[in-house]
């Protein structure tokens, strides 16, 4: 399993930016998606995530009603939609994907339960 993160870049406060995980390897039906992020001097923090099936998302409060993730599985991709930029949302964007049994809510939002993970990708937001 691979997965391979893009779409970050450099992006005012209050614009848009869609960060795009590519999934490879294996087919992604059956795995839970997360995204989380790491800013420079900071631990690694979940953002968000959507269960296997797509039918529950999990949200960190920091991004609450300003990001939405989705999956198109037929494509093997997940994407993160991310609104209202602030600067406090700069840091690098890394996808996962879980062990496959299955985690969905709140059970996606800890680290431990993703095996797999891409590289990550930048955003900046300036103010």
């Known amino acids: 399993v691979q997965l391979q993160a893009s779409g970050g870049g450099l992006v005012q406060a209050g614009g848009s930016l869609r960060l795009v995980c590519k999934f490879s390897g294996r087919a992604i039906t059956g795995y839970g998606i997360g995204w989380f992020r790491q800013a420079p001097g900071k631990e690694r923090e979940f953002v968000s995530a959507i269960s296997w099936n797509g039918r529950t998302t999990y949200q960190g409060d920091s991004v609450k009603g300003r990001f939405t993730i989705s999956r198109d599985n037929p494509k093997n991709t997940v994407y993160l939609q991310m609104n209202s930029l602030k600067p406090e949302d700069t840091a690098v964007y890394y996808c996962?994907?879980?062990?496959?049994?299955?985690?969905?809510?709140?059970?996606?939002?800890?680290?431990?339960?993703?095996?797999?993970w891409g590289q990550g990708t930048l955003v900046t937001v300036s103010s």
């Open positions: 996962a994907a879980d062990s496959g049994d299955r985690y969905s809510g709140q059970g996606l939002s800890f680290r431990a339960v993703y095996g797999y």
